[in-house]
């Protein structure tokens, strides 16, 4: 396996995390210092800031200090194009899915949940049964 295959497995494993994925959206817009990218997301502080060094560490963001505050940024705007790029992919996936679970339901079934007692009402999932 090559260098660059195991490095981009890495910067993956980083982006897994949706309160990452926020991050990188909200610094899309431009640098921001770190308690005001916590007010935005509604996150604490150290929160944030813990997941900032992840993402520094993998090149991802950096940081420049200004005095007390330190104003993280995009590393590389190629980051969010990809994010951007997943994001899309995974609308296309959604949209065809719908269209399909819609073309495939009988006009009855596309109006009204499933009355069924054994199926759940959220996915259509067989309920599990009482064990006790």
Known sequence: MDEITILQAEVLKVLASPRRLEILHV???GPIEVGRLAAVLG???PNVSQ???VM???GMVEAERDGREVRYSLADAGVIQ???IM???LERRLSRLGQLASATQPASETTA???TPDVGPDLG???LASTR
């Open 27 to 29: 610094l899309a817009d």
């Open 43 to 45: 996150a604490s502080q």
């Open 51 to 53: 997941h900032l060094a």
């Open 56 to 58: 520094r560490t993998a």
């Open 82 to 84: 990809a994010c951007q």
């Open 87 to 89: 994001r899309g992919v």
């Open 113 to 115: 949940p499933p009355t």
């Open 125 to 127: 999932i067989p309920a």
